[in-house]
């Protein structure tokens, strides 16, 4: 019986199974390899968390930063660059870390997660000569991506959209590029390198899809035709590589993500909209956040309600921060505001999300990561901080709530010595509590 087995072999899989290692968690992972190819770009954060890890193979793909530029409402800016991978490679490098960190893999398919009949779980895979194999687990971590079998119906799901990318020879040749540009219809990201070789993504209504006979070719064509900054900078003398290939989406928040013995991470756990150009870091960040948690449940039995708690409301809240920021990303184009693609994209949702935190900074007991585990302790949380602030300089703002509280307000410097912190950093920490009218409700 294995401890803990992730189901998938994309960057969710593979990061958690890294970061677990790297923690001297013992994990089991199933997953067939990526097959389709695609071009995404990701961002230094991502790289980051790449470093955190360890993960040489995948850096080592990476080679310089390419240049962005963005046209949107009228206006083109240079941004922060970005990293372009193709993900079958990309993922092929992630799965070299996997080995070079010493984790257990098994290629293959899964094909059924069942209860075995002590409780535990039971994965049916195929390996890859088609032999159908069982592996039992007492946790799972399911990454097998966004059509990861639903153990629940959504919590949310956002409007379908429908991305349309293709590849071109015969660009003008240049330093390596990354372009977004709006358009009637949608917006597009393309890339170009020093060979001439570009790749655009266009992003539109299913119906503007189904409206052309459902021909992804000839969508991506009429899009093209709307740019009028990107060809500029491609050239018109671009020759499709092979044909366009067509890829849904649907930013959607995945009900029973947590449980005591199942965790959903990366997009198996929610999807966001891809103007974000989030989904990589995603899937690295609820990777390195699922790890404290998975501490927790294996060693710590007693606090398993409490680390749920922690994953699934980080879960939600980055979820609807994301689309939040999506949607006010899209709002702020209002050259093609009447049209419906844009119309649809910037509407204000119907409803704010059940579990939003109630306006104005209170004291809160919520679940943390402290020293590899998640505990408790008191935060700040606030509309502007909804997952709560545990720290402002160093300074635990419960510990140092509860003394004033306990004491009465004194000098920084008297306040500090109690903490083993320094005066200044106190004194803004008091400062910051101030300004949320919080000290005064402690009757200070
Ligand atoms: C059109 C589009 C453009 C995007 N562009 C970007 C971008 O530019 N930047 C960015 O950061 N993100 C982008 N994203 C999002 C990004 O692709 C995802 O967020 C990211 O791939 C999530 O990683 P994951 O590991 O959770 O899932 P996935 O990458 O989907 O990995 C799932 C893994 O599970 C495996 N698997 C699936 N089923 C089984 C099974 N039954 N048995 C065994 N293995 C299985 C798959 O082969 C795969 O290896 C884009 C998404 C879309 C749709």
Redesign the pocket.
């Known amino acids: 019986m294995n401890q803990l087995v992730i189901?998938?072999?994309?960057?969710?899989?593979c990061l958690l199974a890294i970061a677990l290692a790297r923690h001297g968690v013992p994990a089991r992972l199933?997953?067939?390899?990526?097959t389709t190819h695609?071009v995404?770009?990701?961002s230094q954060r991502?790289v980051e968390a790449l470093k955190q890890l360890g993960c040489r193979e995948a850096l080592s793909l990476l080679g310089p930063r390419w240049h962005r530029v963005s046209s949107w409402n009228a206006q083109e800016v240079e941004m922060n660059g970005e990293f372009v991978v193709d993900?079958v490679a990309f993922?092929a490098a992630l799965l070299r870390d996997v080995s070079a960190a010493g984790v257990e893999r098994d290629a293959?398919?899964?094909r059924e997660l069942a209860r075995d009949e002590g409780g535990g779980w039971c994965v049916r895979?195929e390996d890859e000569a088609g032999v159908l194999r069982r592996t039992d687990a007492v946790i799972v971590a399911e990454?097998?991506?966004?059509?990861?079998p639903k153990l629940a119906p959504d919590r949310h799901a956002g409007n379908t959209l429908v991305?349309i990318s293709r590849t071109f020879e015969g660009a003008r040749r240049q330093p390596r590029t990354t372009f977004i540009e709006s358009l009637p219809s949608g917006w597009a990201w393309g890339g170009v390198d020093p060979q001439g070789r570009a790749h655009i993504?266009v992003v539109t209504l299913p119906d503007t899809v189904t409206a052309s006979g459902g021909k992804p070719d000839a969508v991506h064509a009429a899009a093209l035709e709307q740019l009028s900054r990107m060809p500029l900078r491609f050239g018109t003398r671009l020759r499709p590589a092979g044909p366009a290939r067509a890829?849904g989406?649907q930013p959607a928040l995945r009900g029973a993500a947590v449980r005591a013995d199942y965790l959903r991470?990366?997009?198996?756990a929610y999807?966001c909209d891809?103007l974000s150009?989030?989904?990589?870091?995603?899937?690295a960040s609820g990777a390195i956040a699922a790890v404290p948690v998975i501490n927790t449940l294996l060693h710590r039995p007693a606090q398993a309600l409490l680390a749920q708690r922690y994953l699934s409301e980080r879960i939600s809240s980055v979820f609807f921060s994301r689309i939040e920021a999506a949607r006010q990303h899209y709002a702020t184009e209002t050259h093609w505001a009447d049209e419906p693609f844009w119309r649809r994209q910037s509407a204000p949702p119907a409803s704010a999300p059940a579990d939003a935190p109630a306006p104005g900074a209170v004291f809160s007991e919520r679940p943390v990561v402290e020293n590899g585990f998640i505990v408790e302790r008191r935060v700040v949380v606030s509309d502007e901080y909804p997952r709560g602030v545990r720290f402002i300089d160093g300074i635990d703002l419960g510990r140092l709530d509860a003394l004033i509280h306990a004491g009465g307000m004194q000098a920084p410097a008297d306040l500090g010595r109690q903490l083993s912190a320094p005066g200044e950093a106190v004194g803004r920490a008091v400062g910051w509590l101030q300004a949320r009218a919080l000290l005064s409700r402690t009757g200070h």
Do not use: Y
């Open positions: 189901l998938g072999a994309g960057p969710a899989a199933i997953g067939r390899a990526r695609a995404e770009g990701l991502v993900r993922d293959g398919l899964v895979w990454c097998r991506g966004h059509t990861a991305s993504q890829r989406i991470i990366g997009d198996a999807t891809p150009g989030h989904g990589l870091f995603e899937a």
